[in-house]
């Protein structure tokens, strides 16, 4: 028997016995307090046994950092691979097991649904699908969409916007929508049930991007007004059918072909290394928060409906823990991704278009064109292989989808990045007493071999993430023997009359790498010139700050700001640390 771990000897010996069929697998683990299992993965196989045996060979870092929590392991036998495919969606949804991959904050994406559980339905935005008699589309990439979506449909079709209950038992007055013609006054009696229906019909073939129907639809109700005379409810559809035919008109993504009905789905992530260098980390690891490797991921989709592109949706997943940089070039480890996607997006939908486009091969292909068809009782197509003539004809979207989905996810990175670095330099300003948030941080370091090839460096932080336009380099020429404190005088000093010169902007914070004797040379660097900027030290080994009064501050090593200024440190130091190294090789040389 190969060489396990402890908690998985037990497991594998089980193996032999796991039937060779169709079925679901589930690892767990048993916390020792409570005896209670969690599950952390939830898998589908063709054939259980192979698949099972597989995790423990543990060839690669993502398998074997989740097998290290395994203690127990649970299989369900399903009839054939489509069963086990419905079944893994739905234990995935009753246990969201951490390790699976998923869309990131699902509950933020908003929804436009019609009310059509109401006698009058009315157009809300909503993030939650509540009510089984209303109707929803979406959802949508961000809120914004959603509304300018919602606006012009309510400036196209006179619908009230009201929160009310219709009908009322007496009629009411009209409001100014009514008088300016945006909404057809039901609170008022001003229109039927069944003609208002109308109207939300449209909508719906206007949300649904049923080109064909909206138009030759109003037009026969228009003519049918016209015919008895009833010129004003005919000049509302003849307002409505001008409205949607100039937004048609506006479309600037076609096809050869007008009636082409397809998504496209972009896929594109970055590893940990590549993050860093999106966060200009130079592909050194320096943030201190990131304590495992994690894989990004983000999708786009393009909806195209009749030739025309009408929507573009973005969608974050979850960060994969685990993951190395070998793995994240995979295409197993992609297809799990499209895996989460359609299990995640077009499960909700309440129609599917006959083919789906994606940038990235699928493996369960042919399982999941059967599942999506049974669902949405159609033939679902997905295209993924790069032979078939169908993805080479729409390679210019399918690159599209992908560069934008590359796009997002690096605005993403970097919003989450400065969005969790304000709450992190609040914490700095509260605990340092600061007058202003400390959106510019400068921290000095020193490294030097018994005093020789000495060197100094300063980095800075803007906004908590590494600002590369104020790194500065400095050569030590007043000291040749190890004396940190007096080279941190020498740089500090320096730096100091470009403050006062006013050659370089004063930062809202300095940090020092060191403890009290590199604190004092500093403020001493700083009270010959009167630069009135705030310093600290940041020692490596306690993680304890030391202020200008010689008062220590314990934060938690691993708090938003703590981190900040921990990488601050850190990055002071690879950086002196790199430059050091670079004097001395040219000095070896000559």
């Avoid at 009310?164 to 409001?175: G, H």
């Avoid at 010129?231 to 479309?251: F, L, N, P, W």
């Avoid at 005088?489 to 100091?496: A, D, G, I, K, N």
Wanted: glycine share 4%.
């Amino acid at each position: 028997m190969m060489n396990l771990p402890e908690n998985l000897a037990p497991l594998y010996d089980r193996v032999a016995s796991i039937p060779a069929l169709p079925g679901c697998y589930l690892w767990k683990r048993i916390h020792p307090e409570t005896q209670k299992a969690e599950v952390l993965y939830v898998g589908k196989a063709i054939n259980l046994r192979n698949r099972i045996r597989s995790y423990f060979q543990m060839a690669d870092y993502k398998t074997r950092y989740l097998m290290a929590k395994v203690s127990d392991l649970e299989y369900i036998v399903t009839s054939n691979e489509l069963e086990a495919l419905l079944l893994e969606n739905n234990l995935i949804k009753q246990h969201s097991p951490p390790y699976n991959l998923r869309l990131k904050d699902d509950k933020r994406y908003p929804y436009l649904c019609l009310t059509t559980g109401e006698a009058f339905p009315r157009l809300i935005i909503t993030r939650r699908k509540t009510n089984p008699k209303h109707t929803y589309f979406g959802p949508y990439s961000d809120a914004g969409a959603a509304r300018n979506i919602m606006a012009l449909i309510l400036k196209i079709f006179p619908i009230r916007k009201r929160k009310q209950a219709l009908p009322a038992k007496t009629p009411r007055r009209p409001c100014l929508n009514y008088h300016i013609g945006l909404c057809l006054a039901p609170c008022a009696e001003k229109v039927s049930q069944q003609d208002y229906g109308i109207i939300i019909e449209k909508i719906k073939n206007f949300l649904e991007a049923k080109n064909d129907q909206v138009i030759p639809d109003l037009e026969n109700e228009m003519n049918k007004y016209a015919q008895k005379m009833d010129y004003e409810k005919a000049a509302v559809y003849r307002d409505i059918i001008s409205d949607v035919k100039a937004i048609y008109s506006r479309q600037n993504v076609h096809e050869d072909i007008d009636d082409n009905n397809y998504d496209v789905v972009g896929l594109s992530g970055m590893n940990q290394s590549e993050v860093d260098e999106v966060l200009g980390l130079d592909g050194q690891n320096t943030d201190t928060s990131t304590t495992e490797n994690h894989y990004y991921a983000q999708i786009v989709l393009l909806r195209i409906r009749n030739g025309n592109l009408i929507n573009k949706g973005s969608y974050a997943l979850a960060e994969t823990p685990g993951a190395d940089g070998e793995q994240s070039q995979n295409s197993e480890f992609h297809s799990e991704f499209i895996e989460t996607f359609l299990r995640e997006y077009y499960l909700k939908l309440t129609e599917i278009p006959p083919i789906i486009f994606i940038n990235t091969p699928l493996n369960t292909h042919t399982e999941w064109e059967k599942f999506l068809g049974e669902k949405f009782y159609r033939d679902v197509t997905i295209v993924s292989e790069k032979s078939d003539p169908r993805l080479t004809d729409k390679k210019s979207l399918i690159e599209m989808a992908e560069n934008n989905a590359r796009l997002s996810l690096r605005e993403r990175i970097l919003s989450e990045k400065i969005r969790n670095s304000r709450f992190g330099l609040k914490q700095i300003q509260n605990f340092l007493g600061l007058p202003k948030l400390p959106e510019m941080i400068e921290c000095y370091d020193i490294s030097n071999i018994q005093g020789t090839s000495a060197v100094g460096c300063g980095v800075a932080l803007k906004n908590g993430i590494p600002y590369k336009a104020g790194y500065r380099k400095y050569k030590i020429a007043t000291k040749n023997t190890p004396d940190d404190p007096a080279m941190i005088y020498e740089v500090l000093s320096r730096r100091m009359r470009a403050f006062s010169e006013k050659t370089a902007e004063i930062p809202d914070l300095i940090v020092i790498d060191g403890g009290i004797t590199q604190l004092n040379a500093a403020l001493r660097a700083r009270s010959e010139t009167k630069v009135n900027v705030q310093i600290v030290s940041l020692a490596k080994k306690e993680e304890t700050i030391v202020t200008e009064n010689n008062r220590s501050i314990h934060m938690d090593k691993n708090s938003p700001g703590m981190l900040i200024l921990r990488l601050a440190r850190d990055e002071a130091h690879r950086f002196s640390v790199a430059y050091h190294r670079n004097v001395r090789s040219k000095k070896f040389m000559v």
